[in-house]
């Protein structure tokens, strides 16, 4: 990996200096051409020609020109009358016009004397270049086009030698144990595939990677091409697309080129939606797009019995891609990488924590069961973040506290001490957080509350935060209901205790809105609609279920989130003193911790 970055400067040094001698020649040239082209300022007058062309022409017939002085290639000439000792300056529309017409009047007898002068040689050395410029430039563009034409730097290879192989390995890989098993009995049919044919079995031509940002997608292909003993290509699919029309295409056979003289390998395309959308009948950029998908398509169909070529890509868009990709024969397999569960984060969490310094007291099972729901990469991000912290506030080592302030700047923001709030504003947040804390408490299916804030962090003022200590897979409809009243439960409280609302639940109105949109048009938990999925593709879609389906999806949403305002103000009128007494303490202290809040409840 070094030698590879040692060549890369070298290429960027090398791509520096000829630019540099580029613009210097550039440069040059400009400099040389004005030089020779620099015009007289004495006096404009003397620049303008003395005697006519017409006249020069009637002083040839008359033979009162004494010589002619020209320089080859310049319509300037100099005139020496027969009477006159100083030259006088003229200038000729046409050159080979006036050596045609001199020409003629020597052959009819008239004596012109007439010296041609070589231009000097810089002058004709700089006229020759810059005539070849313009072919030079198409020469260029033409170099350029062919080299684009194949894939460049683009598609690296890894596994082909020791000095080009990647660090990660499965060991590197954690709470993705079914994908590691599926991808190791593919690089075991990429080591051994006598055996699999002998059982009859066919070499999978793809596998397909899907699931949310951060999950390990892209980190299961890097560890694939540490396993592997086979040669690995990695490509982006953005690597594809240029501004050329047909370059998609051709780098996608060059590709595969490439793949099949190294046969047996592994293709691996990242973030394949660039390529892989679905087919249009549009124009311009959307043809293009088309004809690269088509030769992907053509290419994943087009491998031979002995070509061991296996495409792996990963996507966290599957739904933008084209049907005609994902049939069987071009992605075979499509696994799901989904975020881990309590076990897979611990496992995670372990990975990262190897080279950090944690107290004593800290355990990795108590941070993955307050993370449920985060990625992979989320919870990397969140180690890192509290290894920073400790660090900023000159800690041994890395502290409860420090974890703590990592996951909220992760999933809230940056806390801004800062920012000056006037009193009016922060009663307001302490009644609108204190709301959604109250409400929360009594609904039955909404998680405990673990810490109340008015502290701004990130773009909100204040928040709630609530212990995520159960993977969830599936929602019911009561959940849901009791999710929109702890949402309401912010605006709610301003407008029981304040007798006023503010733009402060701008966020809470949106999530809320969306839930109970889902509810409706996907999960089909409504008993005036009943249970059908809205979810369509294209909006006349919806007209098999009558042209007023959009005014009772409009209804019913606006019901369920009628209902769950009532409610939520309901609650809070039951326990004003309750709501009075958690704000007041906000506004104190500005924090409230789960055993403080519980404490109102005592």
Not at 221 to 241: N, Q, R, T, Y
Not at 417 to 440: N, P, Q
Request: net charge negative.
């Amino acid at each position: 990996m070094q030698e590879n970055d040692k060549e890369k400067k070298r290429l960027q040094k090398q791509r520096i200096l000829v630019g540099i001698a580029i613009v210097l020649a550039l440069a040059l040239a400009i400099m040389m051409w004005l030089i020779i082209n620099k015009p007289k300022v004495e006096n404009e007058e003397e620049n303008k020609p003395e005697i006519a062309y017409t006249e020069l022409i009637k002083m040839l017939d008359d033979g009162t020109i004494e010589k002619i002085e020209m320089t080859t290639g310049s319509p300037n000439l100099k005139v020496k009358l027969v009477d006159e000792e100083k030259e006088k300056k003229a200038i000729v529309p046409s050159i080979q016009a006036f050596m045609e017409l001199v020409q003629n009047k020597v052959e009819s007898g008239v004596e012109i004397n007439l010296e041609q002068k070589e231009p000097p040689v810089i002058k004709t050395i700089f006229s020759t270049f810059m005539s070849l410029i313009p072919t030079l430039l198409i020469v260029a563009l033409f170099i350029m086009l062919f080299k684009m034409q194949g894939l460049g730097e683009k598609g690296k290879v890894y596994g082909v030698d020791e000095s080009n192989k990647t660090d990660v390995t499965f060991d590197d890989v954690a709470g993705l144990d079914e994908e590691k098993n599926e991808m190791l009995e593919i690089v075991d049919f990429l080591k051994n595939p006598e055996k699999y044919k002998k059982m009859g079995a066919k070499i999978p031509r793809g596998i397909l990677l899907f699931g949310k940002p951060g999950t390990g997608k892209t980190l299961i292909a890097k560890a694939i091409a540490g396993e592997a003993s086979v040669p690995f290509i990695s490509m982006s699919g953005s690597e594809f697309i240029e501004m050329f029309a047909g370059l998609g295409a051709s780098r996608v056979r060059k590709l595969f080129e490439k793949a099949k003289k190294i046969s047996p390998c592994i293709v691996f395309i990242d973030e394949i939606d660039a390529i892989g959308e679905r087919r249009t009948n549009g124009v311009g950029a959307e043809t293009e797009n088309n004809q690269t998908l088509n030769q992907l398509l053509v290419e994943m169909d087009g491998f031979e019995s002995d070509e061991t070529v296996i495409v792996l890509a990963a996507t966290n868009r599957p739904e933008m891609l084209d049907k005609a990709l994902l049939r069987p024969g071009r992605f075979d397999r499509q696994i799901t990488i989904a975020p881990p569960d309590l076990k897979g984060r611990e496992a995670i969490l372990k990975i990262h924590a190897a080279n950090k310094k944690f107290a004593e007291d800290i355990d990795m099972a108590d941070i993955a069961g307050d993370t449920a729901g985060f990625t992979g990469a989320e919870l990397a991000n969140v180690l890192n973040e509290s290894a920073i912290i400790a660090t900023r506030h000159k800690h041994e080592v890395i502290t409860k506290q420090d974890l703590e302030d990592a996951v909220k700047k992760v999933t809230v923001g940056i806390e801004k001490h800062s920012r000056v709030m006037s009193d009016k504003d922060k009663r307001l947040t302490a009644y609108h957080e204190a709301g959604h804390a109250i409400v929360s408490k009594y609904l039955g299916t909404q998680t405990d509350v673990k810490e109340i804030s008015i502290i701004p962090r990130g773009v909100a003022g204040g928040y709630t935060m609530y212990k995520t200590n159960e993977d969830k897979y599936y929602i019911s409809k009561t959940e849901m209901e009791e999710k929109l009243v702890a949402l309401l439960g912010g605006r709610a409280a301003e407008k029981v205790a304040l007798d006023d609302i503010s733009t402060g639940a701008s966020n809470d109105l949106e999530v809320a809105t969306g839930i109970a949109k889902d509810m409706i048009t996907i999960y089909g938990m409504n008993d005036r609609l009943g249970p059908i999925s809205l979810k369509v593709d294209e909006p006349y879609e919806l007209q098999i279920f009558g042209e007023d389906i959009g005014d009772a999806v409009g209804e019913e949403i606006r019901k369920l989130i009628d209902t769950a305002y009532e409610r939520a103000q309901t609650i809070l009128i039951n326990n004003m003193e309750t709501l009075h007494l958690v704000a007041q303490r906000l506004m104190e202290k500005e924090i409230i911790s789960a055993e403080e809040f519980e404490e109102f409840f005592r």
